[in-house]
């Protein structure tokens, strides 16, 4: 871990031309995430930290500081014991939880609370990673809450070098790309974002119960927030109701309605896989009710978005 500091340390003492901006950044976000997940030794896999193996339609994870009631949260949602205590960090490992919404799976992951310069690797244990103070240590990770992704486009190819059409310098772009071994691709972009991650996030504000009326009326306008006790499971209908529409989940139902539903985010093609990855190769078309078709049944194909409930009827060749 010191020598992964002393590295962030020297890259960030010679920011200091334009030309080596791009590079060096990469470098950082690097180095930055070994912090959290560092390289294993003698083969042994990536090292130890806090990753749960994924189950369920979704995955939500709650990222705060210690002692704000994550872990009572997470009991109280989902029934599981995650300790709670006076203290700080009483949580030191990630504990799952599962709850259903709307009949859909989501796991819920009560991460160790972070702190502030934990990107400096300071705190109980460097994989600590690292409301204004949150937002900062996540971006410096690469993780940008609640925005939007530049519109960039990028194909790895196996020959032709990189084919880059953009307002920066090609070298540099290139250099960027060879940090990560990339040395054949087409690249389309106004700014370096593959490195950077998009996720939608709710700002839950806990322990209601000791602030008065007037000042919940202003929580309430604060954007992407939901006020709640999570002690007193005060508001979790609010809360789980955003949480839903956050995931954009969509239910889709095999004919007839009511004998089940699968969850998915796009189109006919991700129902079909996430049914079995052949149904798609005997795909011919699917006969569809509800909003996101003009006729009642309509003929789609695999690229179709639906709406939430619509009704499918596969048809193999």
């Not at 007193?232 to 969509?250: A, C, G, P, S, T």
């Not at 639906?306 to 048809?315: L, N």
Request: aromatic content about 8%; charged content about 25%.
């Amino acid at each position: 871990m010191s020598s992964t500091l002393a590295k962030i340390a020297e890259i960030e003492a010679e920011m200091a031309t334009a030309h080596h901006l791009g590079l060096l950044k990469a470098r950082l976000v690097k180095l930055r995430r070994e912090l959290i997940t560092p390289k294993g030794g003698g083969g042994g896999g990536p090292g130890e930290g806090f990753d749960v193996a994924k189950t369920g339609d979704a995955r939500i994870r709650f990222v705060g500081f210690p002692s704000v009631g994550k872990s009572t949260l997470l009991s109280n949602l989902a029934g599981v014991y995650s300790e709670v205590a006076a203290y700080e960090f009483a949580t030191l490992t990630t504990v799952p939880g599962v709850i259903r919404c709307k009949g859909a799976k989501i796991q819920l992951l009560d991460l160790p609370g972070i702190i502030e310069c934990a990107k400096d690797g300071k705190g109980t244990g460097h994989q600590v990673i690292a409301v204004n103070i949150i937002e900062n240590e996540l971006e410096v990770f690469g993780i940008r809450l609640n925005s939007k992704p530049v519109n960039i486009g990028f194909k790895k190819k196996d020959k032709g070098g990189i084919n880059l059409t953009s307002e920066l310098d090609a070298e540099t772009v290139k250099s960027i790309l060879a940090e990560y071994k990339i040395h054949n691709a087409d690249v389309t972009l106004q700014l370096m974002t593959s490195l950077v991650v998009y996720i939608p996030c709710i700002y839950v504000l806990n322990k209601i119960d000791q602030i008065s009326i007037d000042k919940l009326d202003i929580i309430y306008k604060v954007p992407h927030c939901v006020p709640i006790s999570a002690r007193h499971r005060w508001n979790f209908d609010d809360l789980l109701e955003k949480i839903w529409d956050y995931l954009k989940l969509v239910r889709i139902y095999t004919t007839p309605k009511g004998h089940g539903a699968s969850y998915s985010r796009t189109t006919v093609e991700d129902f079909c896989m996430k049914i079995h990855k052949n149904l798609i190769k005997e795909f011919k078309y699917a006969l569809l009710w509800g909003l996101s078709v003009k006729h009642n049944p309509q003929k789609v194909g695999k690229d179709h978005t639906w709406e939430d409930e619509d009704v499918i009827q596969i048809v193999k060749k």
